[in-house]
């Protein structure tokens, strides 16, 4: 738990405040047109497990977000959002969503470890999230032993997920700051039936 909390704590420094602003203000700007636009947030896998926690996040606040793969994601189209979650920014299932997105005009926003993946190049918006993706340069365990190459023990993207969760609930409350938004109207859209 130190070392994958180190290596948050040491990411925050290579997060480009640039890149945090411009997703904020894409998103501040929907908030003001809510009515009309939508999120739709997507990921595969773990990244798409981090993208759903931020959709739930994003309806509390008040917006109309969706997280692909749901039966009720309505149509998107040019005034909408949509957020795509890939370390590596090379998986299949979300490029071609992302692509798919932008030939309806919807302007996309990708958090990615690599801005100059086919995501990152597709994207309106990027935000590098840093972190040890499944791209690994030595795909040899053994290998990697035998050549001193000693990567940390999170397996796979565990590192790009968690510095990407820990990196959107602090989005959220950057939100919620810049929104105006309290806890109690958040609680007030926070599920009551639950078991």
């Known amino acids: 738990m130190k070392e994958i909390a180190t290596f948050i704590r040491n990411s925050i420094k290579l997060i480009d405040d640039k890149e945090v602003e411009g997703m904020l203000k894409v998103l501040i700007e929907a908030y003001r047109t809510t009515d009309k636009r939508k999120i739709l947030v997507m990921g595969a896998g773990r990244s798409g497990l981090i993208g759903r926690a931020f959709a739930m996040r994003l309806m509390h606040l008040g917006y109309n977000a969706f997280v692909l793969g749901d039966t009720i994601v309505p149509r998107i189209g040019k005034e909408d959002i949509v957020i795509a979650i890939s370390g590596s920014g090379r998986t299949k299932l979300i490029i071609t969503a992302a692509e798919a997105a932008k030939a309806v005009g919807a302007t996309l926003i990708a958090l990615t470890t690599y801005p100059d993946s086919p995501l990152g190049k597709l994207a ?72």
Request: a negative charge.
């Open 124 to 195: 309106d918006v990027v935000v590098r999230i840093p972190g040890r993706t499944k791209i690994a340069k030595e795909e040899d365990y053994f290998a990697r032993q035998i050549l001193g190459i000693h990567e940390p023990l999170a397996p796979l993207g565990t590192l790009f997920e968690d510095t990407c969760m820990v990196f959107l609930d602090a989005l959220i409350v950057e939100l919620m700051h810049r929104l105006g938004k309290r806890e109690e109207e958040i609680r007030l859209r926070h599920a009551n039936i639950e078991i």
